[in-house]
């Protein structure tokens, strides 16, 4: 696969079950809403990652970054990361597992310290579920 074979996309709301079907053949947790500004990358007509940029409480937090299990190790999420990050003009929050924190600080994110109540509170529920988990952020 070459990367300028892919197509990345902002998917239609209506097309959201294509996405979650995405998710569920790759295992991911999250489920995508059809208010979410979903991401995704075609290749052969098929998606092969996936993420979704959601509104909280006016801040954009990214969140379930996944690619094909298949395609991993070949540059792609780096590609379609910076794709969707060169078109933000607002800053954006994800929260990355630790051993993730050279490639998305490569990506541009900084760690944080401090969020929102909103973001710290979605940030305090994950973090029982996952305890090694990094806040950062994005500022284009």
């Not at 209506?14 to 500004?37: E, Q």
């Not at 924190?101 to 310290?113: A, Q």
Request: with cysteine; aromatic share 12%.
């Amino acid at each position: 696969m070459q990367l300028t074979e892919c197509e990345i996309v902002q998917l239609d709301a209506l097309k959201t079950p294509l996405v979650n079907k995405f998710y569920d053949r790759c295992r991911a947790k999250g489920r995508a809403k059809k208010h979410d500004n979903v991401w995704v990358v075609y290749y052969r007509r098929q998606i092969i990652a996936a993420c979704r940029i959601q509104s909280i409480d006016g801040e954009y937090f990214l969140s379930t970054v996944m690619v094909e299990p298949a395609y991993r190790g070949q540059g792609l999420a780096r590609f379609f990361i910076l794709n969707i990050l060169s078109q933000l003009s607002q800053p954006l929050v994800t929260f990355a597992y630790s051993h993730l924190r050279d490639f998305y600080s490569s990506l541009g994110f900084t760690e944080v310290d401090g969020l929102s109540t909103s973001l710290s509170s979605r940030f305090n529920q994950y973090q029982k579920q996952q305890s090694n988990l990094l806040a950062m952020s994005f500022v284009p």
